[in-house]
């Protein structure tokens, strides 16, 4: 094979402090967790920037960006176990997928949230490329994933488990419309009176409870791909952004300028 098999997996909106909160003896098989920082807020622009080849920061001072992005390029060598790979081997594209189809690689993509579907921009050099009709289906996933012996494989995962509403069923969960279908109220009148109302402390609370648990739920799964996988396959394991749950004021993501919501998660590890 060109290289490794390598497993790019995004539980969307995990804050780091509920990955860490979480029992995750898979994840800890990969590898130990560190907190990083997100280059976006919210789902799509965060997962652009994954797949031009980047991979959240560790915002690191006293240096020049330029430098930090030529290091973060090259740790694609040891990944994959191909020599030579540079920034220079990403453009003009800038695209993780495209340098691996280059190199051999099947690419295919399994994503939970609508503004990642087939149709947007982010379906490029995939071979294989699939919203789920269940919002919270990794399971489905991993029954779905394939490896080969004649190719190496490049399987990109988004997970909507850590996405409000958390597995929760919605209708027991106050209405927000900007977390349960934004498109749907994009077009109402600007002005226009709204019942929604913002969760208290003690729902904020069990609202972050929950995520952890869903943390919990994903590592339980995770056994079941590691076991699928072969020997040697990379295993990246992080978040697009974060979420807050009452701090400042705010909850969930997006137009929300907050440590919350860039702080994530950051593992990766390869099966032996």
Known sequence: MAGHNLVFIVMDSCRFDSYQRAKRPNMDRIGAGSRRYSYASWTSPSHYTYLMGMVP????????????????????????????????????????????????YRNVARVSMPVLNPFSHLNK???????????????????????????????????????????????????????HGVFKRMDDELGQASDDRFFDDDQMKDLHTQQVK?????????????????????????????ECFGEGGYFGHGPIVHEKVLEVPFLEGRKR
């Open 125 to 179: 050099h995939f071979d294989d490329y699939k919203l789920m009709a269940n919002h919270s289906d990794f399971a489905g996933m991993v029954e779905e994933i394939e490896f080969y012996d004649d190719e190496p494989s490049f399987h990109f995962l988004n997970l909507g488990e850590t996405h409000y509403p958390y597995m929760l069923d919605p209708k027991s969960l106050p209405h927000i419309s900007g977390v």
């Open 214 to 242: 869903t943390v919990e739920y994903v590592d339980q799964v995770l056994d079941a791909l590691i076991s699928k996988a072969p020997v040697d396959t990379h295993f990246i394991i992080t978040a697009d952004h974060g």
């Open 57 to 104: 920061h560790e915002s690191p001072q006293g240096v020049f960006a330029s430098e930090v992005y030529k290091k973060e390029f090259s740790q694609w060598v040891g990944r994959l176990g191909i020599a030579d790979l540079s920034f220079k081997s990403f453009v003009p594209q800038l695209s993780l997928p495209k340098v691996l189809k280059d190199n051999g």
